[in-house]
């Protein structure tokens, strides 16, 4: 079975510095694929950045990058230069068949 | 354009009514999923359809039925509504079923029963 952790129920940060939620997950699957979604107070579900398992490099998408290590298991999101806007419920996801999503860390960035 | 929507917003109603959810995608992809958020923020699909053929049906009570009229809609019934299907319901999307393609949510449906 799949299973999907985010140890971090809250985290916050301070504007513009930046901030790492973690991410583990349990799987026999060799290839699959992983996901950070952001769900901000609207209840959107937006894809923030996406890893392929057999890929080594890390997936970038401006300020959001990953530190995906396989043999870890781990799956980690850091969020540079923290915004406003990235106020938000941030869920990792991983996907052999289905999609399951962790429980979900909630981010506040204080001005 | 809204990619993929869900109406109604917001369902509130009463034990033992049944209701439906609706959703629609104009992004021409060919999956379509349903999802169930519960009070402590708990994300578990529920259906995936593929070209209108269900592929996904996981442990849900036989009262959801889902429909998928087209490859576009995929529309959630739900029988004899209890007091734990309170919850939010996401509709989404993706290009195929392979995994790698990115699901597109809509906005969620809230569902309260009472």
């Known amino acids: 079975a799949q299973t999907v952790t985010q140890s971090q129920p809250e985290m916050s940060v301070q504007e513009a510095e930046t901030v790492t939620l973690s991410c583990t997950y349990d799987?026999?699957?060799?290839?699959?694929?992983l996901f950070w979604y952001k769900q901000p107070p609207s209840r959107q579900m937006i894809l923030v950045i996406r890893?392929?398992?057999?890929?080594?490099q890390n997936a970038t998408e401006n300020r959001f990058s990953v530190n995906f290590q396989k043999a870890a298991k781990s799956f980690s999101l850091k969020i540079s230069d923290s915004q406003l806007g990235d106020t938000a419920m941030y869920f990792c996801a991983f996907r052999a068949n289905n999609l399951f999503f962790g429980t979900g860390t909630r981010l506040t960035v204080i001005p | 354009d809204t990619a993929v929507s869900q109406t109604p917003k917001y369902l509130v109603t009463q034990m033992g009514n049944d209701k439906s959810i609706k959703c629609e995608q104009n992004l021409g992809h060919d999956t379509m999923y349903w999802y169930k958020q519960d009070s402590k923020k708990f994300l578990k699909i529920m259906f995936s359809y593929n070209n209108k053929e269900l592929i996904i049906n996981e442990t849900v009570p036989n009262r959801f039925s889902p429909k998928s009229p087209d490859k576009a809609h995929l529309n959630l019934h739900i029988n004899s509504l209890e007091l734990g299907d309170s919850a939010v319901y996401f509709c989404?999307?993706?290009?195929?079923?392979?995994?790698?393609?990115?699901?597109?949510f809509g906005p969620g449906t809230r569902l309260l029963v009472l």
């Open positions: 799987t026999s699957e060799n290839n699959y694929y």
């Open positions: 890893q392929e398992a057999y890929k080594q």
């Open positions: 989404a999307s993706s290009q195929d079923s392979s995994g790698w393609e990115t699901q597109y």
